[in-house]
């Protein structure tokens, strides 16, 4: 299984950005997917989820509102739109696929990783 984050990057506070997460070696449309981040010094912290088909989703409090998490199984991708990003936003990003019973906020409830792509937002 292979997850291969991309989309990072150096943007200006109140900028946007998009994140796209390809994966393969696995089926795609039956797997939930989520999105983590961490700062520097900081715990891995929620961002999203969706689930398999797309119906529901789920996002941090420090994001909602502002990041959007989508999916197209056709292409085996999940997203992450990133509005109104200021610098508390600065971390690596990382997509996951979620396995078992546990909470979707809860990065032990997640089995494969991508290597994550790192988003810098500048004040």
């Known amino acids: 299984v292979q997850l291969q984050a991309s989309g990072g990057g150096l943007v200006q506070a109140g900028g946007s950005l998009r994140l796209s997460c390809a994966v393969s070696g696995l089926d795609f449309s039956a797997t939930t997917m989520g999105w983590f981040r961490q700062a520097p010094g900081k715990e891995r912290e929620f961002v999203a989820y969706i689930k398999r088909n797309g119906d529901v989703r789920s996002y941090g409090a420090s994001v909602k509102g502002r990041f959007t998490i989508s999916r197209a199984n056709a292409k085996n991708t999940v997203y992450l739109q990133m509005n109104s990003l200021g610098p508390e936003d600065t971390a690596v990003y990382h997509c996951?696929?979620?396995?078992?019973?546990?909470?979707?906020?809860?990065?032990?409830?997640?089995?494969?990783w991508g290597q994550g792509t790192l988003v810098t937002v500048s004040s």
């Open positions: 996951a696929t979620k396995f078992g019973y546990l909470r979707h906020e809860y990065p032990d409830g997640y089995n494969y």
